[in-house]
């Protein structure tokens, strides 16, 4: 084999290289996205982690918050 064909040899391989390791990273991120949104359908409305996770405004989260508690007192007052 002549230098050229050694070269262009090794630069298809480098793409070929290139191309797996984008595949694998894109594969990689996407696992890391259903893990996240996994784990925030598990947050229940009311808490800070709920808030933060969906990025709501502040009164929003005191409503929850103000109507979780509210929750709470009805079921204590019932139990009694």
Do not use: W
Request: one cysteine or more; hydrophobic letters at 25%; charged letters at 45%.
């Amino acid at each position: 084999m002549n230098l050229k064909n050694k070269l262009k040899k090794y630069i298809d391989a480098k793409k070929e290289q290139l191309q797996r390791g984008v595949e694998v990273t894109r594969q990689m991120k996407a696992e890391k996205l259903r893990k996240k949104y996994e784990k925030i359908s598990n947050y229940e409305p009311g808490t800070f982690r709920y808030g933060l996770a969906h990025k709501q405004k502040t009164l929003d989260f005191m409503r929850d918050c103000y109507e979780k508690r509210k929750e709470k007192r009805k079921e204590k007052n019932k139990a009694n």
